[in-house]
């Protein structure tokens, strides 16, 4: 369920308008007051994107972007869906 995932860890990685949080980004209570939030800058759950498979060496293809893939450290990777759906 990645668009569950997606609301989740965006959501501890920005401040929100609750008078108990005092400005501050749940996640940075927790592991400090400065945290890397870039690879949730690009894009939104669900955008069109164009992606190459086989590790960059594939021709450009349509995907949708679902989210951040935690797996491959410490490069920016995504979860992709390709058009075919598969």
Same mark, same amino acid.
């Given at each position: 369920d990645y668009g569950t995932s997606w609301v989740c860890e965006t959501r501890n990685v920005i401040t929100t308008s609750s008078k108990y949080d005092d400005g501050h +980004?749940?996640? %940075?209570?927790?592991a400090g007051p400065t945290l890397e939030i870039t690879e949730y =800058?690009?894009? %939104?759950f669900y955008?069109?994107?164009?992606? +190459? #498979?086989n590790a960059g060496l594939g021709?450009?293809? =349509?995907g949708r972007w679902? #989210?951040? &893939?935690?797996?491959v450290e410490p =490069?920016? #990777?995504y979860w992709v869906l390709p058009k &075919? %759906?598969?």
């Open positions: +980004k749940p996640l %940075g209570a927790i =800058l690009d894009f %939104g955008d069109w994107v164009t992606f +190459k #498979s021709p450009p293809e =349509l679902i #989210s951040v &893939s935690h797996r =490069l920016m #990777s &075919s %759906g598969r």
